[in-house]
């Protein structure tokens, strides 16, 4: 059974920087692509950036480009969020996901198969 589990989160002040990690377990034999989502209370859960099994093709919501990096470790079956300059906008539950149908990531939240339980970030101005 496949199971991701994020960490990294918590309260700092505008400007500073956290690294969400991303830790995949249960079926480490199969490429995926891997997503961060976040929900801000009384939000839609919206994607923040994505990135492929190779890790050659990412994506970025416009509100986080310049700000946050995505990366992964295969051999390590995990993935990051390096957040900078962080601005109480981006305050939310953040999670990560996986699709393991295609290597290559997709937008839409309902592509993906498999989700974490969050982990909150907050950001105090």
């Known amino acids: 059974q496949v199971q991701l589990a994020e960490s990294g989160g918590g309260l700092v002040q505008a400007g500073d920087s956290l690294r969400l990690s991303c830790a995949v377990s249960?079926?480490?034999?199969?490429?995926?692509?891997l997503a961060w989502f976040r929900q801000a209370p009384g939000k839609e859960r919206g994607i923040v950036a994505a990135?492929?099994?190779?890790?050659?093709?990412?994506y970025y919501t416009d509100a986080v480009k310049g700000r946050f990096t995505i990366s992964r470790d295969n051999a390590k079956n995990t993935g990051y969020l390096q957040m900078s300059s962080l601005k109480p906008d981006d305050t939310a539950v953040y999670y990560c996901a996986v699709d393991y149908t295609r290597e290559n990531y997709r937008l839409q939240l309902r592509e993906y198969d498999y989700w974490g339980q969050g982990t909150q970030v907050t950001v105090s101005s």
């Open positions: 990135i492929s099994w190779s890790g050659k093709s990412t």
């Open positions: 249960g079926r480490t034999d199969s490429a995926y692509a």
